[in-house]
Antibody
Framework: HVQLQESGPGLVKPSGTLSLTCAVS?????????WTWVRQPPGKGLEWIGE???????NYNPSLKSRVTISVDKSKSQFSLKLNSVTAADTAIYYC????????????WGLGTLVSVSS | DIVMTQSPDSLAVSLGERATINCKSS????????????LAWYQQKPGQPPKLLIY???TRESGVPDRFSGSGSGTDFTLTISSLQPEDVAVYHC?????????FGQGTKVEIK
């Protein structure tokens, strides 16, 4: 089973840029899956941020679209999230996930990383 | 956006009894060309990422115990745990993947009575 692992700073200053990377191991990133970012504020529900295909095609949540960029680096078998102009409302556990083939339900998840926005 | 609404927000069920969680979408997630409902269910335990239980509204993911079942079509869906076990204590989320943005229900917390 493919494994996903998020990495990046756990603390970002307000108005700064949140940058996370998801490393894909035990499998290829160049498959017919979508690679996704989902976040969860502490004690709250899940919010889909966006997704990318290995070709670079992306879909973003309109509520975040003006601030989000998702990219893929096939040579490093990883994909990344950048969220700019962050505020305290962006404090959350950020998960990367893989879609189940033929769907955009998510069958494989990273453990998640908590990113706090604070000065 | 397609809004997903789960009910109840929480429920307490005795061990061995049935637990039923409902999920309603603000518009149909049934794709007429393939007659599939673009609806998934997840289980999330404290400190863990969500785990996929059900997709296509009623297809159990590999390795998921058969006490978990999904049903429904169009806008109304149900996740049933036929005989609650201690390890089933968790928050359960529904998710539609019919359209972007993919959206989740608010979650239903299942506890032991």
């Amino acid at each position: 089973h493919v494994q996903l692992q998020e990495s990046g700073p756990g603390l970002v200053k307000p108005s700064g840029t949140l940058s996370l990377t998801c490393a894909v191991s035990a499998g290829s990133i160049s498959t017919d899956n979508w690679w996704t970012w989902v976040r969860q504020p502490p004690g709250k529900g899940l919010e889909w941020i966006g997704e990318i295909y290995h070709s670079g095609i992306t879909n973003y949540n309109p509520s975040l679209k003006s601030r989000v960029t998702i990219s893929v680096d096939k040579s490093k078998s990883q994909f990344s999230l950048k969220l700019n102009s962050v505020t305290a409302a962006d404090t959350a556990i950020y998960y990367c996930a893989r879609s189940l083939l033929g769907t955009t339900a998510f069958d494989c998840w990273g453990l998640g990383t908590l990113v706090s926005v604070s000065s | 956006d397609i809004v997903m609404t789960q009910s109840p927000d929480s429920l307490a069920v005795s061990l061995g009894e049935r637990a039923t969680i409902n999920c309603k979408s603000s518009q149909s997630v049934l794709y007429s060309s393939n007659n599939k409902n673009y609806l998934a269910w997840y289980q999330q335990k404290p400190g863990q990422p969500p785990k996929l239980l059900i997709y296509w509204a009623s297809t159990r993911e590999s390795g998921v115990p058969d006490r978990f079942s999904g049903s429904g079509s169009g806008t109304d869906f149900t996740l049933t745990i036929s005989s609650l076990q201690p390890e089933d204590v968790a928050v359960y989320h529904c998710q539609q993947y019919y359209a972007t943005p993919r959206t989740f229900g608010q979650g239903t917390k299942v506890e032991i009575k």
